[in-house]
């Protein structure tokens, strides 16, 4: 039986352990590399215009050079026809009478200006985590003096003069997941922008669940009688609709042109209900009306037993979930077992956690932040409560305590941002619909599920505050290699920043270093802004400074103008 995954859930995620289905663009993506390789193992096919260029990189430098050295040449032939040694003396003569009102007012607006411009770096760089001076550099100039090109012209790819070719980190390799958790809108978010008037969801993350929507209850309306066909396509435009009034509407008008329309059902129980309790009423009633369409059933039936965990009905939803994946058991794309996990928790059946790890955490499957932090915390639970730093630094790790701290140096590895979470060093927001694997979406809405169950366990965050940091001294600088996952993706910061809402601090890892174009302007502005200050008060033991420095870093190029003005009136 075939089930139509959501188009949010088709994902490329690499790691050591698990080798990530082919997907059309790893396709074609993939054909693109071998054209290359084949174009570049085969000399013949390296044409003229690659050559030249080939050529005219490497003998920039030297291009340059002879430019500079011709310039120089052409200054001192021309130098009285150009009267150059009258324009120097005038120019002498004009700075010489200058008062250190000009030089106050050029080293103030040199300060400002390069304020302004820091402010601007901090800014760009703050927003989109790049300095905007280095990009442009790196976008526009780089490509003329002979570096990398526009990616966009390669097909995605680093081309080197030499020919290799290496993979480019592109955003589109961070592939987002249906949040197997996710909240109910009306009934959960809604009441939070209620509350506090901020919206806990992206239009992004709403627009991807749309499209999840409409892939998943999509319908051939060609195979339908006419008054089913109706109603499927206002369902379409009802989940295409940016405003929740206008899909409830929508929702409603289905409703009326077939009383079963249980995709209807569906939408009204998730934006319409304010209480889980209703929620539930109108989820039961779509469930009468899914009729066979494996793909309602699914949801539906995990969506109740959702509502029964919130409910507090927490073995009757641990019964709908392994009854579910019983039925259904090539839904492992589903993460179904994250639910199951999370209750199973709620219940402290750790026995039975064990066993769905056992079965989920293995080396050819997915991993996830649920899977890798709930093994840790099984682990740490069975030492933690005798824990101690102290004893542990004389004495040394003992074999349970050693398998604890692997489990939560893998754990971190694998999602660095969820440690702050759980030790409250960062505050939680609600999770959102979509999360990005090893990304900071992905450890808030572990984090917002599971930190209750870190805290029931005696010691355990105790244990991971004393030993997750060292895992950074474990893992080879993560842009890489990686040491238990392949290296950590370098897209995850624009991924998670359109999932998670502004008001949100997005976590990033590795840190990035400040660009040096901040610290240059930064010291820039500083500098000039001494200056300025410093000629304000004391101008004339400035000017003498200011001559003084001058003449010092002028007498080498005069050094060298009279040794060459002699060697020319020798040869003549």
């Known amino acids: 039986m075939f089930i139509a995954p959501p188009c949010g859930e088709k994902r490329r995620h690499r790691r050591k352990e698990h080798k990530p289905p082919v997907s059309q663009h790893s396709c074609v993506y993939n054909q693109r590399v071998k054209m290359a390789d084949t174009s570049s193992s085969n000399p013949q096919s390296l044409g003229f215009t690659e050559k030249l260029k ?46 250190p009102k000009f030089y106050v007012a050029l080293t103030g607006t040199s300060s400002l200006i390069s304020g302004l411009i820091l402010i601007f770096e901090w800014w760009y760089f703050r927003k989109y985590g790049t300095s905007f001076i280095e990009q442009v550099s790196v976008s526009h100039l780089r490509p003329l003096l002979g570096g990398v090109e526009n990616s966009s012209s390669s097909g995605g790819l680093f081309s080197p003069v030499n020919g290799s070719a290496e993979p480019r980190p592109s955003v589109s390799e961070c592939k987002v997941w249906r949040n197997p958790l996710n909240l109910f809108r009306g009934a959960e978010y809604n009441r939070y922008t209620w509350v506090t008037g901020k919206e ?67 939408l009204l129980a998730e934006e319409e209900a304010t209480t889980i309790t209703e929620a539930e009423r109108l989820f039961k009633q779509a469930l009468k009306s899914a009729g066979r369409d494996t793909n309602l059933l699914v949801y539906i039936k995990r969506r109740l037993a959702m509502c029964a965990r919130k409910l507090g009905r927490i073995k009757e939803a641990v019964k709908m979930m392994r009854d579910l994946m019983k039925e259904f058991p090539l839904l492992g794309m589903l993460n179904i077992h994250e639910n199951l996990l999370e209750s199973l928790l709620e219940l402290q059946a750790y026995a039975d956690v064990q066993a769905v790890l ?17 093994s840790a915390l099984l682990k ?53 619909e979509h999360i990005l694997k090893r990304g900071d979406s992905e450890a808030v809405a572990y984090a917002f599920f599971h930190l209750q169950h870190w805290k029931r366990a005696e010691g355990a965050l105790n244990l991971l505050h ?13 842009l890489e290699k990686g040491h238990l996952f392949y290296p950590y993706p370098g897209c995850t910061e624009t991924a998670d920043r359109e999932l998670l809402p502004s008001f949100h601090e997005v976590s990033v890892y590795p840190k990035k270093e400040l660009p040096f174009f901040i610290l240059f302007t930064a010291g820039l502005c500083s500098f000039t802004a001494m200056l300025a200050m410093l000629t304000h008060h004391f101008p004339e033991l400035m000017g003498v400074f200011a001559k003084a420095f001058f003449s010092t870093l002028f007498a080498p190029l005069g050094f060298f103008a009279d040794k060459i003005e002699g060697f020319m009136l020798t040869r003549i």
């Open 54 to 99: 080939s050529w005219l990189s490497w003998s920039w430098t030297y291009v340059c050079a002879v430019w500079f050295a011709m310039v120089l040449t052409m200054i001192y032939v021309l130098r009285s026809p150009l009267k150059l040694q009258e324009t120097v003396t005038a120019a002498s003569v004009f700075l010489n009478t200058l008062t």
């Open 200 to 266: 806990p969801l992206t239009y992004y993350d709403m627009n991807l669940s749309a499209q999840d929507h409409q892939t998943f209850f999509s319908v051939d309306t060609q195979q339908l009688r006419p008054e089913d066909a109706g109603q499927c396509v206002v369902m379409q435009k009802a989940w295409r609709e940016r405003n929740p009034q206008a899909r409830i509407r929508a929702a409603y008008q289905a409703i009326e042109l077939n009383p079963d329309c249980a995709a209807a059902y569906v």
């Open 358 to 374: 056992a079965k989920y955490d293995d080396i050819s499957l997915p991993k996830s932040a649920t899977i890798c932090y709930t």
């Open 380 to 432: 740490a639970r069975a030492v933690s409560d005798k824990f101690s730093p102290e004893a542990a630094s004389r004495r040394g790790l003992s074999t349970a305590e050693m398998n604890a701290v692997e489990a939560i140096h893998r754990a971190v590895e694998f999602n660095p941002h969820v440690p702050k979470y759980l030790l409250e060093m960062k505050s939680l927001i609600l999770p959102p």
């Open 466 to 478: 004393c030993t997750w940091e060292g895992t950074f001294r474990i893992i080879p600088y993560p």
